[in-house]
């Protein structure tokens, strides 16, 4: 075994949000979203938020999660005691626990408080990397750790947390189980065996009192890159159980699917087309989007697929980039004339089937500037 790459001291990184993808539904129980969507947007399906506690080991894929209701938050003190007395892959108490500004301004007094147990309590520097991308792997996996629990009630709220939470305590044993092999590659699990090799340091059981910190704006500082939200539907996953919150407009079982649907249905395939010029179009994406005017964010969520533009933008923007509506095809069409540059092999491609009509253009009629 390589000594060196025993971690010294040993660090854990230590994060608190509103979860990204999980809520609570009073019908469906714990609910999955594809897409995030805001907290005041959830309110109107009935859904309410969670907050995620977790703690990462630094530099490794091992990882500890809970839940509670945002309206019942549980003490920083009874998180991290709980963690390291029933994690058996955190391996006890760090040495050092690092966290966010926020965390620490939020709760002044758990650097003293972790003090009084051997645990030194640092604040990440602005420009940290991996605290911010521990709490992001986190917000990603937790829209997976749910399982069936045939014949519980997941209904009610305590119910639907408590299985949750024995969801998320599950996914931890798993992952720190000597038969994972091949989750990781060969270098990461031998680092996670030096690490589960090391001996616990289970801090002494203490008694904690209320709640140490002071919930804020902050646990959601995700939604600031949402875009406005679409319409949304619940959808049951029939073969895991889970209840999703989907971005659409129905449900897929009342789509009508037979050889006459797309004749009587428009296809609005303008952001697709947008796409493609937007990334050959001579001026840049910020300059496309003034002239047009809206903001960068409003079309980059347009072309993406994430957020519709209102009439009269939609229609400024689908003038400037020579989008138009045939008839004859049932969908938008690039019409040109253009002068593009080819920044990208796909969308050229794309561009170019698209205003040749499959490729049927002579030589001389399409002309790409090629870097």
Known sequence: MNQQALPSPREHHFYVAIAKF?????????????????????????????????LTVAGLPIRWMTFTPVNQPKAFRDVLLDAWHNAKGLRGRPDILRINRHLAAASPELARDMAEIGVHVEVADAKEKSLPASLRSAQDSSRWLLSKHDGEDQSS????????????????????????????????????????????QVPVPTVTGGLDWEPGPWMSSWETSLPPDQPRYFNLDGFDGRTWLVTGAKA????????????DSDYDNAAEIAKNLV???????????????????????????KAPLDRDARFDLEGLLGIEYDERMGGYVGAGPYVLVAHKP??????????????????????????
Request: aromatic share 10%.
């Open 22 to 54: 999980l809520f609570h539904h009073p019908k469906h129980g714990i609910v999955s979203v594809r897409d995030p969507i805001k907290v005041r947007d959830a309110e109107r399906y009935g859904i309410s938020p969670l907050i995620l506690y977790g």
């Open 346 to 371: 796909q969308a050229v491609k794309d561009i170019y089937e698209a205003i040749s009509k499959g490729g049927d253009a002579r030589p001389c009629e399409s002309l790409f500037k090629v870097f």
């Open 252 to 263: 897929a079982e009342d789509i009508v699917e037979d050889d006459d649907f797309w004749a």
């Open 279 to 305: 990334a050959c179009w001579p001026n840049s994406p910020a300059e496309i989007a003034k002239c047009a005017g809206i903001t960068m964010r409003e079309l980059q969520w347009f072309i993406s697929g």
């Open 157 to 200: 709220l305590s119910g639907a947390i408590q299985a949750l939470c024995r969801d998320a305590q599950n996914d931890h044993d798993f992952r720190v189980r000597d038969d994972r092999r091949g989750l990781n590659s060969r270098e990461v699990e031998d680092r996670i065996q030096q690490w589960l090799a090391l001996p616990a």
